[in-house]
């Protein structure tokens, strides 16, 4: 109790002298409120599990009414999940130095979530520490398997997800073996993610490293991601969406999608991917919209100076994705550029436009793509067979260097 009168005292006291100098000053917040994780029970002991710790120091950082700092000191800290939940008075900074462990007993993830930021404006996570889902454990118990489960296979817990968060800068994070997901954004607007580490094995299931929807103004820079699944996936409802400067790999690769899912999902307009690198991936650039699908329109797409290397479907859309229904997809695809690419394909079919047969893909341009056929990557089978293009329902232009050659 006394310690946590005179902690009240102090804090008014920071409080009154961090808003008068911010006022002086008129400009940069002051961070001189740091609420310290272990000043509040956490324990970096490993085995201790922190959510309550991480929780009340959150409260008080996002009430405190001046920007305030939740601090993770160096340490590994365990926890379950964890909702950081706003609004709170003033923006505030999450700064991990240390790793965060996540626990392993699937039971305690009932929401789907690991660290969950929701209803947030004005939100910076940095500090150069990790988030660790410790997905090992429960990647092998996921089987999606329609023929060994009749049951709906329910995505395991995302490792950290952003929900109403505006304003938001997310830089010199590291996250490693999610469960899920590494990364979900959804209703973000002004989102800025850069100097990331996103890792998990090639063969660990679903583990997309960033995936985003029903979001805009969203630029993701400077990252490094390789996972088990795609590096980038941008879901519905994704507008003026940046991304630049990752290098990605192993992985499924840079995504538009999947479009389709559902009945009631938002058109997809600007997204622009431009200075990545990606290396053995599945796919390189692709879009991927389900048969059966609502009407949906994906356009504005703009893939400038990538670099694919041993990858398996370098340019790709594919419309026939989830070949579960007899329908077409409904998703209008236009407008959509690849200039200045380059690498090696480890298939035959180097650019591959299979789109809708009731609503052909129009405004593809293809402007200097310069792939060469990894041929002593290929399989057997492949290696004879000459590099192409192939298209379907699709209103593509060619333009300067094409290789392989247009269809
Ligand atoms: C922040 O506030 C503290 C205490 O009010 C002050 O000592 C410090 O110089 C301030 N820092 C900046 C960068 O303004
Ligand atoms: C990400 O990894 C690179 C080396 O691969 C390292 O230089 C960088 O500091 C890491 N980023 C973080 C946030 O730790
Ligand atoms: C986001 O990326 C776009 C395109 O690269 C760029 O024009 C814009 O300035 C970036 N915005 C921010 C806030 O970095
Ligand atoms: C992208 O790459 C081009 C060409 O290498 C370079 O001029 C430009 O500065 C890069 N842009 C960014 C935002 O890295
Ligand atoms: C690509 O995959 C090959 C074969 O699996 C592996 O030897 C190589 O190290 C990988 N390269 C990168 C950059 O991951
Ligand atoms: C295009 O999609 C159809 C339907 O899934 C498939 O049969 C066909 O092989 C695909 N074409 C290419 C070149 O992948």
């Not at 956490?42 to 599990?49: L, M, P, R, S, V």
């Not at 392993?104 to 305690?108: A, M, Q, S, Y």
């Given at each position: 109790m006394a310690r946590q009168e005179r902690f009240v005292v102090k804090a008014v006291l920071l409080l009154g002298l961090t808003f008068l100098s911010s006022v002086v000053q008129g400009a940069e917040p002051n961070y001189s409120l740091d609420f310290d994780v272990t000043k509040f029970g956490?324990?970096?002991?490993?085995?201790?599990?922190n959510a309550q710790a991480f929780t009340e120091t959150w409260a008080k950082a996002c009430g405190s009414?001046?920007?305030a700092k939740v601090l993770i000191p160096s340490g590994t800290f365990l926890t379950g999940p964890v909702v950081f939940s706003g609004p709170c008075k003033s923006a505030i900074t999450v700064e991990v130095r240390g790793i965060v462990k996540a626990t392993?007993?699937?039971?305690?993830y009932a929401d789907g979530d690991w660290i969950l930021f929701e209803n947030i404006d004005g939100l910076l996570l940095t500090g150069g520490g990790t988030f660790d889902g410790q997905g090992a454990a429960s990647w092998k118990l996921k089987d999606c398997n329609p023929q060994h489960s009749a049951t709906k296979c329910d995505l395991l817990p995302i490792s950290i997800k952003f929900n109403h968060v505006n304003n938001a800068v997310v830089t010199g994070i590291n996250s490693l073996n999610s469960k899920g997901f590494h990364i979900l954004l959804v209703f973000c607007q002004n989102f800025k993610a850069s100097n990331l580490n996103i890792t998990a094995p090639d063969e660990s299931p679903n583990t997309d490293g960033i995936h985003l929807s029903l979001s805009s103004l969203v630029n993701i820079t400077n990252s490094k991601i390789g996972t088990g699944d795609d590096c980038v996936s941008i879901g519905h409802g994704s507008t003026d969406i940046s991304v630049s400067q990752i290098t990605c790999g192993p992985g499924h690769g840079i995504s538009v999608g999947s479009l389709g899912n559902k009945p009631d999902e938002m058109d997809v307009n600007g997204i622009t991917v431009f200075n990545c690198t990606l290396i053995n991936t599945t796919n390189g650039l692709r879009i991927k919209t389900k048969r059966g699908s609502a009407s949906l329109k994906a356009s504005r797409i703009f893939y400038d100076n990538i670099i694919l290397d041993k990858v398996k479907n370098p340019i790709i859309i594919d419309q026939n994705y989830g070949a579960k229904k007899n329908e077409p997809s409904r998703v209008k695809i236009t407008d959509v550029h690849y200039k200045n690419i380059k690498g090696t394909s480890i298939t035959n079919v180097g650019v591959n436009l299979n789109c809708s047969s009731v609503v052909p893909c129009d405004g593809v341009e293809l402007v200097g793509v310069d792939l060469a056929f990894d041929v002593g990557s290929a399989k057997k089978a492949e290696a004879n067979l000459p590099f192409s293009s192939s298209c379907a329902n699709a209103e593509a232009k060619f333009e300067g260097k094409i290789s392989p050659p247009p269809c």
């Open positions: 956490a324990e970096a002991n490993g085995d201790k599990n009414g001046a920007p392993t007993d699937l039971k305690e």
